[in-house]
């Protein structure tokens, strides 16, 4: 990890230091994927979208993709921006892109212990992180009708 200086308060977007989390809203019929954190100790046992931070030369997209292959062992293909960004700690801001699972089924390989698909109706049954819950929020704006009419209300 880089120890990271702190400047002036300034709108996060106009950082360039500013560290970009991007994280998934994976959909899966009118359910959204919350992944469990397992570290680091002051996050552990809360609830979060998968993702992870955006590496050099990447784009959002190509980090999505790789942050989700190499934590839940899927593939994806992310669709929109959710519009918005929040900001998680100093320095850090969290991005949201809506995707589409591709290939296998999610598992916590690295980062997370649990992993559950939650309808529209159970959305506030995980304790989230803090910082996640307005991304939650947009992102379940545009959870998909369930096909099985399990969301009621
Ligand atoms: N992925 C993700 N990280 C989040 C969310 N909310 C939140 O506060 N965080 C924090 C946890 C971490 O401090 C940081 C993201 O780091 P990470 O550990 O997921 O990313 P990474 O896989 O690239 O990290 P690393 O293990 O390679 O260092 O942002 C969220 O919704 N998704």
């Known amino acids: 990890m880089t120890e990271r200086t702190t ?20 959909y899966d019929g009118g359910r959204l994927l919350a992944a469990r954190r397992s570290a680091p ?3 552990a046992g809360r609830w979060e979208l998968p993702g992870g931070k955006l590496e050099p030369g990447e784009s959002p997209e190509e980090a999505l993709v ?17 519009p918005g960004e929040w900001p998680l700690k100093p320095g850090y801001v969290l991005r949201v892109w809506t995707a589409r699972l ?14 559950r698909w939650l309808s ?9 992180l803090d910082q ?12 998909p009708a369930d096909p099985s009419g399990g969301a009621r209300g």
């Open 7 to 26: 400047g002036p308060a300034v709108p996060h977007e106009s950082r360039p230091d500013t560290v970009v989390v991007v994280a998934g809203a994976l």
């Open 41 to 43: 100790a002051e996050l």
């Open 66 to 82: 790789r942050e989700l292959r190499e934590e839940l062992g899927v593939e994806v293909e992310p669709g929109e921006r959710i």
């Open 102 to 115: 591709l290939a296998g089924e999610p598992r916590p390989l690295e980062d997370h212990d649990e992993l």
């Open 120 to 128: 529209r109706r159970e959305l506030d049954s995980v304790d989230w």
């Open 132 to 143: 996640d819950r307005p991304a939650v929020a947009e992102a379940a704006l545009r959870l």
